[in-house]
């Protein structure tokens, strides 16, 4: 049965071991900007997830992938330290 117990971001690794959430910042001339996510296929070609979407002041928790990706986002992704480290170049060019 699921408890009522809400984990933060930063604690997630504690519960799912050899996983961890990392904050990636998409500059302005990442290939990424102006794809919808499920364009960007990261979940496929890199095995992340992208879990939210810090837009400005807002989070965008559990995006559909028709959302599209701006210059400035934030995007939580979640997945092993090497297949994060893998998905660093599309955001950092």
Excluded: C, W
């Excluded at 102006?34 to 002041?57: E, H, M, N």
């Amino acid at each position: 049965s699921l408890s009522g117990k809400h984990v933060s971001f930063p604690d997630l690794k504690l519960h799912i071991p050899g996983v961890e959430v990392s904050a990636l910042r998409v500059e302005e001339e990442s290939s990424l900007v102006g794809k919808t996510l499920a364009q960007t296929d990261l979940r496929r070609k890199f095995g992340v997830t992208v879990v939210a979407i810090r837009r400005d002041s807002q989070i965008l928790s559990n995006p559909d992938g028709d959302m599209q990706i701006r210059a400035g986002d934030v995007l939580l992704v979640l997945g092993s330290p090497e297949k994060i480290a893998s998905v660093t170049g599309l955001f950092y060019p």
